[in-house]
């Protein structure tokens, strides 16, 4: 009985799915509408895009960063392709980086950003968003936690 009791307790204390604690907010840039999972606590930071194995072609995250600062990606146990923009505290794009799969590189912000958005390799190109384009709706995203 008393084992019984402590697997329910143990099942209880297990973590919720990081994606479930993701809200999704709509974004626009240069007249292109995405839609961002947040990332903007700790955990959901952490997690990123881990594990996944595909991404709808208009779909990205959104990293909101505790602070405005130099911030740094990398790809451990990411397997999707992706290109990360690097946002200061207006929603400008700082620089855009491409990044490779499972790989340990660090890509930095070029100056001090407060968001990162990842998007499929090459999103960013193909539509001819630059350094300097402003990233629209990002006042109704939840602050960082």
Known sequence: MLMRILAIIFV?????PV???MPVNQLKISG????AEVAHTHATRSQGLMFRQSMD???GMLFVFSYTGRQSMWMMNTDIPLSVAFLDERGRILNIEDMVPNTRTSHSSAGAAKYALEMNLGWFKTRNIKVGTPVME???VPAAE
């Open 32 to 35: 292109h509408t995405l839609f």
């Open 12 to 16: 209880f204390l297990l973590p919720a």
């Open 19 to 21: 994606s479930a604690e």
């Open 57 to 59: 072609e208009n779909s």
């Open 138 to 140: 990002l006042q109704k």
